[in-house]
Nanobody, 114 residues
């Protein structure tokens, strides 16, 4: 499974951005996709996930501002980020889980200026 994330960029405090992640390869085996992020000097953390049945899960601190949409079955998911803050600055990674394997995309940089 290969993952291609895109849509990152520079946005002002309070702005919005939408990231995309497209999976290719053995996509029929994917059961869950999600987004993680790693800010400067921080550990990688969960943003949210979406299951094959459409169920979503989010980090508590991001609920209400971030929304995952798309479909695992259609191998494309999105991350809509609203009311962005400087502390949301990070590299955002797409992840897919297929059976016992986890796959990561290359990451896309999101920078929120104050």
């Amino acid at each position: 499974v290969q993952l291609q994330a895109s849509g990152g960029g520079l946005v002002q405090d309070g702005g919005s951005l939408r990231l995309s992640c497209v999976a290719s390869g053995n996509i029929d085996s994917i059961i869950r996709m999600g987004w993680y992020r790693q800010g400067p000097g921080k550990q990688r953390e969960l943003v949210g996930t979406i299951l094959w049945d459409g169920a979503t899960n989010y980090a508590d601190s991001l609920k209400g501002r971030f929304t995952i949409s798309g479909s695992v079955a259609e191998n494309t998911i999105y991350l809509q980020m609203n009311s962005l803050k400087p502390e949301d600055t990070a590299v955002y990674y797409c992840k897919a889980r297929a059976r016992a394997m986890a796959y990561w995309g290359q990451g896309t940089q999101v920078t929120v200026s104050s």
